[in-house]
Every structure is written in structure tokens, then in C-alpha cells.
């Protein structure tokens, strides 16, 4: 049975520099995610797990994309996903935005 697939954004906003900040609150699974750091941020913004630092996670700079696929297929059949409530991100500069676009399973 084929489920349809949505494509889905959302701006994150750091409410406190440097401290971690889920992308979401609830669970939502995606095979791909893209990451745009605004190039009016003030500061270079990380990625990572729930244990980020500026020392671990994967720094990006003002004004790149930064793409993850789960998987070689690039779609959540073959079994491989992130889980948006698993990542988080960090920058030093309250305020800051991340874009995030990805793809979810519609009900």
C-alpha cells in the first residue's frame, strides 16, 4: 500500500544562544532533510544529536544548505529515516533561524 508523501518547512529560531534546541517537540519521520542557515545570522550554527557542542557538531556557516539523506534510495520505504525530534541544533546568537524543508508521510 503507497502512502502519499508530503513535503514540509519550518523555521526554527534559536530562543537561547547556546544552549540546544530540538527541531521538533513531537516525533516526525523523514528520509531527507535540508538545512538553509540564513545568511543574516550572526553566527555559524551546528548540528547534531541531544549532546551537541560547538566541539561535535557539524558547524555551518551563514548562508549554506546543508542536505542529509537517510539512505542511498532517498525515500522512507527502504527503512532508513531521521527522526526530526532526534536532531538538534545550536548557535551562539539568540535569534538566529535555521530553514528546514523535508518530506514526512501523510496520514
Wanted: charged share 15%; net charge negative; glycine share 8%.
Amino acid at each position: 500500500m503507497s502512502h502519499p508523501i508530503g513535503f514540509r518547512q519550518s523555521v526554527i529560531t534559536i530562543a537561547a544562544g547556546g544552549t540546544a534546541q530540538q527541531l521538533s517537540a513531537s516525533s516526525i519521520i523523514t528520509s531527507q532533510i535540508e538545512f538553509y542557515i540564513p545568511s543574516g545570522n550572526t553566527t555559524v550554527v551546528y548540528i547534531g544529536d541531544e549532546n551537541i557542542t560547538s566541539s561535535n557538531g557539524i558547524p555551518r556557516a551563514t548562508g549554506s544548505i546543508f542536505v542529509i539523506n537517510a539512505s542511498e534510495r532517498g525515500d522512507i520505504t527502504s527503512g532508513d529515516y531521521f527522526d526530526l525530534s532526534k536532531i538538534y541544533v545550536l548557535s551562539a546568537t539568540t535569534s538566529d533561524t535555521i530553514r528546514i524543508s523535508y518530506t514526512a508521510r501523510e496520514s
